[in-house]
């Protein structure tokens, strides 16, 4: 995990809890701090806007797609592709990509990025996919025994800093459930794995609702 994962690997290990599969359930690691960002359609994205969806916080970077913290070519095929086909099932789980100059910081102006993403992603559409402007420190500052992602650095990652290429799983009440890096294909899959997994959770639990409804109607 440590090879993989590299110097970040303490605190998505905290993160996941275990570094195995054998589990039913995504852990609840704690509520999401409060962020806003504006999206690329003036849209403003809060908490309280992506109350009752599966939020998937990345970074993207006005250098893309030449240079990216994320592998965006395997993002777009392996989860927003799917998404975008099944949108009758999955029209709740939406990708919030923040957008971040070639170092980290905060931009005020996506329009070429955009530009960039509509020309090379097919059928992009940002009601899901929305790349928003804002400071990612607003989701990223987040501390486990004593170590915090937005500020662990490593020579290895890009511009330095580990949470460019770190990956949130938010679910429906504003919780984080994963913290997945995304500059490899696995981890990437792993992710989508997991989103899945959060999704059979409700599921179940919705089908545990309707059943406790339908025997007190009996």
């Not at 908490?47 to 970074?59: M, R, V």
């Not at 939406?94 to 097919?122: A, Y």
């Not at 500020?151 to 679910?171: C, H, N, P, R, W």
Request: hydrophobic share 35%; aromatic share 10%.
């Amino acid at each position: 995990m440590f090879v993989v994962f590299g110097p970040a690997a303490i605190l998505i290990l905290i993160t996941m809890g275990k570094c195995e599969h054998n589990f039913t359930t995504l852990p609840i690691y704690s509520d999401m701090p409060e962020y806003e960002f504006i999206g690329a359609d003036g849209k403003v994205i809060n908490n309280a806007t992506q109350e009752g969806k599966i939020t998937l916080f990345t970074t993207l970077q006005t250098s893309c797609p030449q240079e990216c913290a994320i592998d965006l070519f395997q993002f777009n095929l392996g989860l927003y592709q799917d998404y975008r086909k099944n949108q009758k099932s999955l029209s709740h789980v939406e990708i919030v990509s923040v957008v971040t100059d070639e170092k980290g910081n905060p931009v005020d102006n996506i329009d070429e990025l955009l530009f960039t993403m509509n020309d090379m992603i097919e059928g992009y559409d940002s009601t899901i996919w929305n790349l928003v402007t804002g400071d990612p420190k607003q989701i990223y500052d987040i501390e486990n025994n004593g170590i915090n992602l937005y500020t662990v650095e490593s020579d290895s990652a890009f511009a330095g800093k580990s949470y460019l290429e770190t990956m949130l799983i938010v679910d429906k009440q504003n919780r984080l459930r994963l913290v997945r890096r995304g500059h490899k294909e696995g981890l990437i899959r792993d992710y989508k794995q997991h989103v899945a997994l959060l999704q059979k959770q409700y599921d179940k639990e919705e089908k545990r609702r309707k059943d406790e409804s339908k025997n007190e109607n009996h």
